[in-house]
């Protein structure tokens, strides 16, 4: 059972890489906002179609008793997602990455606090330390000394700037999230607690959209257009004019859509491996191993990038390896 949890949480965090890495070369096309939208509303359609053949084929429960806690639940983790997507994108906009990326990877460890407060799972002694050397072995790997050096020499830095504040807020928020969808999993089943989180996220969304437009001045040709990179928080939605531009063969707006849309399906294929890895292992042990997105990422930098690694990140992939072997013995 320890075997098929760890497998289950490693391929949820690939495929939560793997989308992570297309939304991250869509939003260079279409903005991160625009790209966040789109992708999880195709999301949604992936999911209403999955969920119709899951009916037919796997009769899923879909009584009042199930749908009610998982409706209220879901309220609650598409709102923790919507915030958690806005914080995090507004932390990379205006903090620096060498601090936001290691915040960020620790939301692992808000959700396992709340399954032991509200849940009380029990970890016995052995697996709470790979837990940690997991949770060590990924703030080290998203922790680059040589960026935060350079950082902190800086004039006038402050550590607890808006940035980190940012970031911290992404992070309870993820964490919460990833509570949510586990929570509501061992009550109503792996796939209503996904479906409501991406439609009230999708919504949530919407209306900060709506906000924001309502917030702009009356002439908004008079205001220089912001660069177009993954680190610009955009909250426009994507006109059918966006979407239209699709054409063969593709132009760069397009191939920014079909991008976004692949991140969508994958993430969604992710959170569902997520919600059914919950029901075979504890809320916090499933969380720790699908953290692990980060490493294909940082894995995707190098072989595509060259990027290279410090001494610190490399001695924290190694201690997530022995970490993850030792969970699944």
């Not at 639940?73 to 507004?90: K, S």
């Not at 960026?147 to 928020?173: D, F, Y």
Request: one cysteine or more; aromatic letters at 10%.
């Amino acid at each position: 059972m320890e075997l098929l949890g760890t497998g289950l949480g490693l391929t949820a965090a690939l495929l939560w890489g793997s989308a992570d890495i297309l939304a991250a070369l869509a939003a260079r096309r279409l903005r991160t906002f625009k790209t966040t939208f789109l992708s999880q509303t195709i999301g949604l359609f992936v999911l209403l179609a999955f969920g119709t053949i899951a009916l037919w084929r796997w009769h899923l429960p879909l009584t009042f008793t199930a749908l009610l806690p998982s409706v209220l639940i879901g309220i609650l983790t598409g709102l923790c997602a919507a915030l958690g997507y806005f914080a995090f994108y507004r932390a990379l906009e205006i903090g620096p990455i060498a601090l936001v990326s290691p915040i960020t990877s620790t939301s692992s460890t808000f959700t396992l606090v709340l399954s032991v407060l509200i849940l009380q799972e029990q970890l016995s002694l052995g697996r709470t330390g790979f837990v940690t050397l997991v949770m060590l072995g990924l703030v080290l790997t998203s922790t680059s000394m040589a960026e935060l050096r350079t950082l902190l020499k800086k004039p006038g830095l402050s550590i607890w700037g808006q940035g980190v504040r940012w970031a911290i807020v992404a992070t309870l928020a993820f964490g919460a999230m990833d509570f949510g969808i586990g929570a509501s999993a061992s009550l109503t089943g792996w796939f209503l607690p996904v479906l409501w989180m991406r439609f009230f996220s999708i919504l949530f969304l919407s209306f900060a959209s709506l906000w924001k437009r309502q917030k702009r001045p009356s002439h908004p040709q008079t205001l220089a257009e912001p660069a177009s990179n993954g680190r610009t928080l955009s909250l426009s939605l994507p006109s059918l004019e966006d979407i239209a531009h699709i054409r063969y063969p593709l132009s760069k707006l397009g191939f920014g859509v079909l991008l976004a849309i692949l991140a969508g399906t994958l993430e969604n294929v992710a959170v569902l491996t997520f919600s059914f890895d919950t029901r075979i292992t504890t809320i916090g042990i499933a969380s720790a191993i699908t953290s692990g997105y980060a490493l294909v990422v940082i894995l995707f930098g190098m072989l595509t990038y060259r990027e290279r690694l410090d001494r610190n990140q490399l001695c924290g992939i190694a201690i997530f390896m022995v970490g993850l072997v030792l969970l699944a013995v």
